[in-house]
Structure formats: structure tokens, C-alpha cells
């Protein structure tokens, strides 16, 4: 059986990307959320720097999963696009402490 996201929680996610960047960049940087089965991506959107005008590129900032309880567990993405287990807060934490810790990036894993 396929599991369902809470939709207040992807909305957050949205709406938390949305805030994230400013009218003033919008045309220089964006984020996209996509859903998957159990999980939300955060992607950041640049352009591409030498290209066809119109032409973005696309890198992993988070990905989210959701445990099916309510509680959802947060991963990185590493400097080859693959996601692993980010062990700077425990597992099975609500929607909002997830989004404060991408959000203070006390580690600067997410922005850098």
C-alpha cells in the first residue's frame, strides 16, 4: 500500500521554499519541492552559467522522509547527488523542527 503524505506538511515544505528566496533573485535562483512515494526534495535552481538562455540546473539541498507516524527523518545530499542520513537531529522529528534545521543550517550542509 503506497503511503500518503500529510498535506499540511507538503504545504509547509512549499511554503517554506516560496519565503526562502527573494522577489529580488527570483530570476537567478529558485527551489523547487517534489514528492515521491515517502519523500519531499528540496532542489535549488540556478542558471546555467554558460548555456542556452532559459536552461537551469538543478542540485539537492534536502530530502525528507516521511516515517508514517507523523514524524518525518531528514537527509543531505552529498557532492554526488546522493542522499544520506543527516546526523546532526534525530529521526522522527515533526515537520517543523525539520524546517527549522534546514533553515538555521547550523552546520552549513544545506546553503553552504
Partial sequence: MATVLPDLDVEKVKRFCRDRVPARV?????????????NISIYECRPVWRGPPGEWIRMGIAQIRYEGDGT??????????RWKVYVDLDAHQPIGAILDEIGTDPFSIFWG
Fill in 26 to 38: 527570483k530570476d537567478q535562483v529558485r527551489l523547487e519541492v517534489t514528492t515521491r512515494g515517502k
Fill in 72 to 81: 518525518w527523518t531528514l537527509f543531505s545530499s552529498d557532492r554526488y547527488g
